[in-house]
């Protein structure tokens, strides 16, 4: 059932990369840096404003996959990869969407795990690629039965 | 090391230990991903999802590894950053983080990366492919 959604993508979501968000976000993975949270230091930086940690976009919003309803609990985060093309700036605005790009099951010692492939890609106001992730979500057989449920 | 210019394959970044894994730590990091989980704040809900504790999101980790890189930002950028999460995270543990030097090529540094645990267990492991702006 979860085939049928390979291809499908979100309507683009508009973002703004808020200087509160990005230093809350530093904080928390303990990483405060100035050329994140510090206003002087960004501007003084080869970037001419502070930018925003690699995994930042987490959390973001991508908006949703028309009929892609994933349990809340039970869900495996396998595998994370982010690609950049420039560090995200603070201040700009980034239109997101997430597509599901994949999705296969194959049969392990507990039954049959599904693999769920979801990128989440942000471009600037012109179009142009800034950042693409894929996300890996292993599912496996019985959170499959209760979503069926 | 201050810098990445004289780096060679086979060179570490400075190693980073972190504090004990608190429930404060994975609190704060809820609020500021909107990633609300109950599995990673609450006990009842870890245990009922057959975990015997919380345990810390896998990008709370991820978030935690990239800051090896950011003395280097002046420097150049991450390009790729790719992890698979290998072991569980619980309160109380004591996280390392390391990289070394796999390969250059020109201004393209690929660094092997990994968060490591008390038991000296792979928590997560990747690769970060850092461009040096030329």
Known sequence: MLKEFIGKQSVKVKNVIERGAVKKFAVAIGDAHPIFIDEEYGKASRYKTNIAPPTFPRVLEFGRIEGLVLPEKGLIHGEQIFNYERPIRVGEVIYCYSKVENYVEKKGSTGSMGFLTISENGEDVKGELIFSSKIIVIITEAVRKEMLA | ????????????????????VSRMDLIKYSGASNDYNPIHTIDDEAHKAGLPGVIAHGMWTMGNLAKLFTPFYEEGYIQTYSIRFRNMVFLNDVITLKATLKEINENVLTFDVAAYNQHDKHVIKGNVIFIKYK
């Open chain 2, 1 to 20: 090391m201050n810098s990445l210019i004289n780096i060679q394959i086979g060179d570490s970044l400075q190693n980073l230990q972190l504090p004990p």
